[in-house]
C-alpha cells in the first residue's frame, strides 16, 4: 500500500463555498507562498546567475573612471583696501557668499581658461572631434547641446564631469572632477584650484590699484581745501581782531576778566557795608561798640583797654583803703575818664573809616559795571564776526580731518597692497592626490551589490511566477481555494508503458500509479447518496488533455480489479478515445444503443485486461448532447445501475461541450480532472460554478500528472511506493 493523501466526501453542502475569486488572490497564503519560492529554486539560480553574468559583463565593458577630490577653504576677507577700520574684524563669508564662490569655480570663462591651459581641446576624452570612428564621434556629439561649437563641446564635457559643492556647514569648498585617467583627473581638480587663486589675486591687485589711485587724487584735493579753509581763517582773524589769547579770543578774556573782578568788589562791599552797618548800629542801641569787629582789630583800642582795666584794678584796689575823696583816687577816677574819652574817639574814627571804606568800595563796584556794560555792548558787534570765524574754523578742521583720515588710509593701502600681493581670500587645504584604482566601478562594491541585488531580482521573479502560478499544487490549496472534496493525487509516469497509464495498473498493480487510482476508489466508494451508495461517476476535466480519459479506464480497472461489477462507458462521442486507451477495436456503443439501432448485448464488451466491461460511444450523432440529455440516456443509467456495481462515464471536457452538464445531473458523483499545477484556477472556478449550476450533485477533484519530485517542495505530504510482498498464484 502507499501513503496516499485524500479526503473522505461527506455532504456536499457542509463543503461548498463561494466560487473561485476572480483574481485567484485568495489562494494565497504566506507559509504557501514561502514554499512555492522554495520549489523553485532551480529558478532563483538561474535568475541568480543570469543576473551575476549580467554584471560581470557590464564590469567587462564599462571604462573605468578616477574621481579626485581637492578642497579650498574660504577665507574671511581680510586685506581689503575698502575696509579700513582696523578695529572691527571682517565677518567671514556667509551661505550666500559660498554658493557665489561655487557659481565662479563653474563659470565657462574659467573653464575655458582651465582647458586651454591644460590643452584639453586636444585630448579625445574631452574632445569628441578627435575620437576614431563614426560612433564615438556620434555618442560625443549626441552628449553635446544642439547647435553648440567645438569649444562649447568642450567646456560642456569638462563640466559634465566636475562637481564643486560646499562641505557640509563648513566653509570648505570640494571640487570633485572624474577622468578616465588618473594622472588628468587629479591636474585638473588641483589646477582648477590654482586658477581660482590666482583669479582672486589678480582681481585683489586691480582693486588695490585703482583704490591707490583714488586715494592719491583725493588726498591732493584735500590737501588744496585744508591751504584754503586755513587761509580763510587767518584773514578773518586779522580783520575783525578776535585773536587768541589762552585758548579764546581777547573779547571774551577781557569779559571774563571783568566779571572776576566785579564779582570780587561786590563781594567787598558787602562786607564792608555790612561791618558799618553793625558798627552803627551797636551805637544806635547804645550796646558796647567794644565788641565790633573792627573795633577788637584796633591795635590803639586794644592798648587804651589794656590799660582802662589796670587802672581799674588799681581804683579798686585803692578803694579798700581809701575813701572816694581821697586824692589818689580823685586822681586815679580822672585818669579813668580820659581813657574812657579817648577808647570813645578811637572808636569813632574806625566807624569813620568804616564809612569810607564803603564808599570806595561801591564806587569801585560801579566802575566796573560800567566797564562790563561798556564791554558787553561791544560784544554784540564781534558775536556775529566769532559765529563766522568758527564756521570757517569748522570747515577748515573737517578739511583737515579728512586729509589725515585719506594719509592713513593710502599709507594703510600701500602697506597692504605690498603685503597681500601674493595673498587671496582662499587657500588650498587639500591638493587631489592620483589614484591607484578607479573610483568606478568599484569591483568588490559592485560584485556585492550584484550578488544581493541578484539574490532579490531573483526572489521577486520566483514570487511573482508563484503568485501568478495557474494551477493547483497542493490539496490544501485545492480545498481551500475550491471549498469541494479533494479526492488525491495522480502522480505523472516518467515513461509511459506500452498502453498508456492503464496498462500500468496491469503491469504493476501495487505501483504508485495503481496506488493514487485506489485512493480515487475508496473516495468514490465513501460517498454517499442518502442512505445508499453512489453507484454512478462522472469523469470529466475542464480542458482536454488532463487524463480524464485515462483515469476513468484506470479507475474501472482497478475497481473490477476489486471484484466489483464494472463497466467503462464512453460518453464523448465527439473525440472518443476509451477504445484507444484500452487497446479495443472501434465498435458500435452507446449512440446505436440511444438510438435503438443497438441492444446491451450488442454495445458491451468486456476490457483485454480486466474483468471490466466497456461500452463504447459508437458511431457520430449530429446531436451529441440531444442525446444525452434524452430520456433513453436515463433509462439506459438505471438499467446498468440494476447490473453492476460501478458505472463510471467518461465526458468531453466541461468547457469544450455541455455534455458534462447534462450527464452531472444524472449521476452520482462527478469527479473533475484537473491537471496539476498547469490548468487555470480560473477557468476550474468557472467549470466548478457550470456544473453546481446545473445540479446539486457533489463535485470532487483529482489532480492528475502530478511531478513527485517538484510536489514534495510545496508540502510535507508525499506520495511514496510502499513496497509490498509478491502475490502468490493460487
Known amino acids: 500500500m502507499s501513503n496516499i493523501q485524500t479526503t473522505p466526501i461527506v455532504s456536499f453542502g457542509d463543503r461548498r463555498r463561494s466560487a473561485?475569486?476572480?483574481?485567484?488572490?485568495?489562494?494565497?497564503?504566506?507559509?504557501?507562498?514561502?514554499?512555492?519560492?522554495?520549489?523553485?529554486?532551480?529558478?532563483?539560480?538561474?535568475?541568480?546567475?543570469?543576473?551575476?553574468?549580467?554584471?560581470?559583463?557590464?564590469?567587462?565593458?564599462?571604462?573605468?573612471t578616477y574621481t579626485v577630490e581637492s578642497r579650498i577653504l574660504m577665507a574671511t576677507r581680510t586685506g581689503e583696501i575698502s575696509n579700513f577700520d582696523a578695529n572691527s574684524q571682517p565677518s567671514p563669508p556667509d551661505a550666500e557668499t559660498l554658493q557665489s564662490e561655487i557659481q565662479l569655480l563653474t563659470s565657462r570663462p574659467l573653464i575655458a581658461r582651465l582647458i586651454a591651459d591644460l590643452k584639453l581641446d586636444q585630448d579625445p576624452e574631452f574632445n569628441p572631434a578627435l575620437r576614431r570612428g563614426l560612433l564615438a564621434r556620434t555618442m560625443g556629439n549626441l552628449e553635446s547641446r544642439p547647435g553648440a561649437t567645438n569649444s562649447d563641446r568642450i567646456v560642456d564635457r569638462v563640466l559634465s564631469r566636475l562637481s564643486v559643492y560646499q562641505k557640509g556647514n563648513s566653509r570648505v569648498v570640494a571640487i570633485s572632477f572624474t577622468s578616465t585617467k588618473a594622472s588628468m583627473a587629479a591636474k585638473v581638480a588641483n589646477r582648477l584650484a590654482e586658477l581660482y587663486i590666482a583669479r582672486q589675486i589678480e582681481q585683489k591687485n586691480q582693486v588695490n590699484t585703482e583704490a591707490t589711485k583714488w586715494l592719491a587724487g583725493q588726498i591732493d584735493e584735500l590737501r588744496?581745501?585744508?591751504?584754503?579753509?586755513?587761509?580763510?581763517?587767518?584773514?578773518?582773524?586779522?580783520?575783525?581782531?578776535?585773536?587768541?589769547?589762552?585758548?579764546?579770543?581777547?573779547?571774551?578774556?577781557?569779559?571774563?576778566?571783568?566779571?572776576?573782578?566785579?564779582?570780587?568788589?561786590e563781594a567787598e562791599q558787602a562786607e564792608t557795608e555790612a561791618k558799618l552797618e553793625n558798627a552803627r548800629h551797636l551805637v544806635a542801641a547804645g550796646q558796647a561798640v567794644n565788641s565790633a569787629a573792627a573795633v577788637l582789630q584796633s591795635p590803639l583800642i586794644q592798648s587804651?583797654?589794656?590799660?582802662?582795666?589796670?587802672?581799674?584794678?588799681?581804683?579798686?584796689?585803692?578803694?579798700?583803703?581809701?575813701?572816694?575823696?581821697?586824692?589818689?583816687?580823685?586822681?586815679?577816677?580822672?585818669?579813668?575818664?580820659?581813657?574812657?574819652?579817648?577808647?570813645?574817639?578811637?572808636?569813632?574814627?574806625?566807624?569813620?573809616?568804616?564809612?569810607?571804606?564803603?564808599?570806595?568800595?561801591?564806587?569801585?563796584?560801579?566802575?566796573?559795571?560800567?566797564?562790563?556794560?561798556?564791554?558787553?555792548?561791544?560784544?554784540?558787534?564781534?558775536?556775529?564776526?566769532?559765529?563766522?570765524?568758527?564756521?570757517?574754523?569748522?570747515?577748515?578742521?573737517?578739511?583737515?580731518?579728512?586729509?589725515?583720515?585719506?594719509?592713513?588710509?593710502?599709507?594703510?593701502?600701500?602697506?597692504?597692497?605690498?603685503?597681500?600681493?601674493?595673498?587671496a581670500n582662499a587657500t588650498i587645504v587639500s591638493?587631489?592626490?592620483?589614484?591607484?584604482?578607479?573610483?568606478?566601478?568599484?569591483?568588490?562594491?559592485?560584485?556585492?551589490?550584484?550578488?544581493?541585488?541578484?539574490?532579490?531580482?531573483?526572489?521577486?521573479?520566483?514570487?511573482?511566477?508563484?503568485?501568478?502560478?495557474?494551477?493547483?499544487?497542493?490539496?490544501?490549496?485545492?480545498?481551500?481555494?475550491?471549498?469541494?472534496?479533494?479526492l488525491g493525487l495522480v502522480p505523472e509516469l516518467g515513461r509511459l508503458p506500452a498502453g498508456g497509464p492503464t496498462a500500468d495498473i496491469m503491469r504493476e498493480p501495487l505501483g504508485l500509479y495503481a496506488e493514487a487510482i485506489r485512493g480515487l476508489q475508496g473516495s468514490v466508494m465513501m460517498a454517499r447518496i442518502g442512505n445508499r451508495r453512489a453507484r454512478t461517476v462522472l469523469i470529466t476535466s475542464a480542458q482536454k488533455d488532463e487524463g480524464k480519459t485515462a483515469t476513468a479506464a484506470s479507475l474501472a480497472r482497478i475497481l473490477a480489479m476489486g471484484g466489483y461489477r464494472t463497466i467503462l462507458i464512453d460518453a464523448d462521442m465527439r473525440a472518443p478515445s476509451i477504445h484507444l486507451t484500452l487497446g479495443m477495436p472501434e465498435?458500435?456503443?452507446?449512440?446505436?444503443?440511444?438510438?435503438?439501432?443497438?441492444?446491451?448485448?450488442?454495445?458491451?464488451?468486456?476490457?483485454?485486461?480486466?474483468?471490466?466491461?466497456?461500452?463504447?460511444?459508437?458511431?457520430?450523432?449530429?446531436?451529441?448532447?440531444?442525446?444525452?440529455?434524452?430520456?433513453?440516456?436515463?433509462?439506459?443509467?438505471?438499467?446498468?445501475?440494476?447490473?453492476?456495481?460501478?458505472?463510471?462515464?467518461?465526458s468531453p471536457p466541461v468547457m469544450s461541450a455541455a455534455d458534462a452538464k447534462v450527464l452531472t445531473k444524472m449521476t452520482d458523483v462527478t469527479v473533475l480532472v484537473t491537471r496539476w499545477s498547469l490548468t487555470s484556477r480560473r477557468v476550474v472556478g468557472?467549470?466548478?460554478?457550470?456544473?453546481?449550476?446545473?445540479?446539486?450533485?457533489?463535485?470532487g477533484i483529482l489532480l492528475t500528472r502530478v511531478n513527485l519530485r517538484r510536489y514534495r517542495r510545496y508540502t510535507d505530504s508525499v506520495i511514496e511506493e510502499y513496497t509490498a510482498r509478491p502475490s502468490r498464484a493460487v
Open 304 to 423: 587804651l583797654r589794656q590799660q582802662e582795666v589796670a587802672l581799674r584794678a588799681d581804683i579798686a584796689q585803692m578803694g579798700e583803703t581809701y575813701l572816694p575823696s581821697h586824692p589818689k583816687m580823685v586822681a586815679a577816677h580822672a585818669n579813668l575818664e580820659d581813657l574812657d574819652s579817648q577808647i570813645t574817639k578811637e572808636i569813632n574814627k574806625v566807624i569813620q573809616g568804616l564809612a569810607n571804606d564803603a564808599r570806595v568800595s561801591a564806587a569801585r563796584v560801579n566802575s566796573l559795571r560800567s566797564s562790563l556794560r561798556r564791554l558787553k555792548a561791544r560784544m554784540s558787534t564781534l558775536n556775529q564776526d566769532e559765529v563766522q570765524l568758527r564756521a570757517l574754523e569748522r570747515d577748515a578742521a573737517t578739511n583737515r580731518s579728512l586729509l589725515e583720515s585719506f594719509l592713513k588710509r593710502y599709507e594703510e593701502a600701500n602697506a597692504r597692497a605690498a603685503a597681500d600681493t601674493r595673498a
Open 431 to 486: 591638493r587631489a592626490q592620483e589614484l591607484s584604482e578607479p573610483t568606478f566601478p568599484k569591483t568588490s562594491e559592485v560584485l556585492t551589490l550584484a550578488i544581493f541585488a541578484s539574490l532579490f531580482l531573483s526572489l521577486i521573479i520566483s514570487v511573482f511566477a508563484e503568485v501568478f502560478t495557474r494551477g493547483f499544487r497542493t490539496a490544501e490549496q485545492v480545498e481551500r481555494v475550491t471549498g469541494m472534496p479533494f
Open 20 to 64: 473561485l475569486d476572480a483574481t485567484g488572490a485568495s489562494d494565497i497564503s504566506p507559509w504557501e507562498l514561502l514554499r512555492g519560492i522554495w520549489a523553485r529554486k532551480e529558478l532563483i539560480l538561474i535568475s541568480f546567475a543570469c543576473f551575476m553574468t549580467l554584471a560581470l559583463i557590464w564590469l567587462a565593458v564599462v571604462t573605468p
Open 686 to 699: 468557472r467549470v466548478l460554478k457550470m456544473l453546481s449550476g446545473a445540479s446539486g450533485r457533489r463535485v
Open 587 to 650: 465498435q458500435a456503443g452507446l449512440a446505436e444503443l440511444l438510438t435503438g439501432r443497438a441492444n446491451f448485448a450488442q454495445v458491451i464488451r468486456q476490457d483485454f485486461g480486466s474483468y471490466a466491461h466497456v461500452m463504447q460511444a459508437g458511431g457520430a450523432l449530429p446531436n451529441p448532447t440531444a442525446a444525452l440529455a434524452s430520456s433513453q440516456m436515463q433509462w439506459v443509467l438505471r438499467a446498468l445501475e440494476e447490473t453492476y456495481d460501478f458505472v463510471i462515464i467518461d
Open 224 to 265: 588744496a581745501k585744508v591751504h584754503a579753509s586755513e587761509a580763510a581763517v587767518e584773514t578773518f582773524r586779522s580783520e575783525s581782531g578776535l585773536f587768541l589769547t589762552n585758548g579764546s579770543t581777547l573779547p571774551q578774556q577781557q569779559l571774563t576778566d571783568l566779571n572776576s573782578q566785579l564779582s570780587q568788589a
